[in-house]
């Protein structure tokens, strides 16, 4: 066997008519280093049989036979296992016929009289095969992948995004979650269009401190934890958001950021009714304390005129 990662068994079904050619074959994969577990069938129905009661590694079909011809054993191949590789046999074949073949997915073709390009043909397509199975695998989990990231990103509050930043501080928007609407009241996609909508909604007292809190990451790559106002809508309603992101840097310079923004005006309103609170506490406090020196103040000189003037004419009778 030439190639370490071609397998040791070879699962072989032969669409052909002629038993000493289908052996011919069996023997150039025998000389190559192959196992064989071979099967020869002649018609359309018996290789819809032997397909169906597979698996099979590679068929090699005869190019024509008396009730059968390659061009329709590929349509059968194709239709039933199109993973499989087909190779195409024959005495002789043209330039328009080999088209064709190619065209309707035979993997190859091999001149009876050159057998020995066989074992290696067989071994490129079955690599091929492998190769787009692994593909096809790969795209799959990364579909899954997606579905089930979309799936968390969507069921958590607030909007999941990730940007590329740039040295002087602007941003791409690559990915924004339907969160989007509720926290900036815009479609993901009208983010991911309009990059500088994020910070043209930020209130203009904070928009300064928020562009170069985003320099800075840039400069540093740090992790970012902002809490801005950002105005909201028509109205322009004022909202406090809180911004959470991590960053990496690539090798072009540029940062990647992924991170997730929060809607946090109703906590904000709580500390500042908590504040509120506080304040009105203690100046009610400072106000009993008021009242109560007063008090004291005005018992005190209360006392001092009443114990006064009872002293005095106290004074007064001794005296007399």
Known sequence: MSDAGTPRTLRLLHVEDSEDDA????????????????????????????????????????????????????????????????????????????????????????????????????????????????????????????????????????????????????????????????????????????PDTMVDMVYPDDRESFLQARIESHRSGAARNWEVRIRVGEDKEIKWVNLRATARRMTDGVVMSEGIVNNITESKLAEERLRHSREQLRQLSAHVDKVREDERAHIAREIHDDLGGTLTAAKIDLEW
């Open 23 to 194: 052996l011919l074959i069996n023997e150039e994969f025998i000389a190559a280093g192959y196992q064989l577990s071979a099967r020869r069938v002649e018609t359309a129905e018996a290789l819809q049989d032997a397909l169906q009661n597979g698996p099979w590694d590679l068929v090699i079909t005869d190019i024509s036979m008396p009730e059968f011809d390659a061009i329709n054993a590929l349509a059968i191949v194709n239709a039933t296992s199109p993973d499989i590789p087909c190779i195409v046999v024959s005495g002789a074949i043209g330039e328009e016929a080999a088209v064709a073949l190619m065209k309707a997915g035979a993997s190859d073709f091999i001149i009876k009289q050159s057998l020995s390009r066989l074992a290696p043909a067989a071994e490129r397509s079955l690599r091929e095969v492998a190769a787009r199975r692994e593909r096809s695998e790969a795209i799959a989990a990364l579909r899954e992948s997606e579905t089930r990231f979309k799936s968390l990103a969507t069921n958590i509050p607030g909007m999941v995004f990730q940007s590329k930043i740039k040295a002087d501080g602007s941003a791409e928007i690559l990915y924004a979650s339907e969160g989007a609407m509720a926290v900036y009241g815009v479609l993901p996609s009208v983010l991911i269009e309009q």
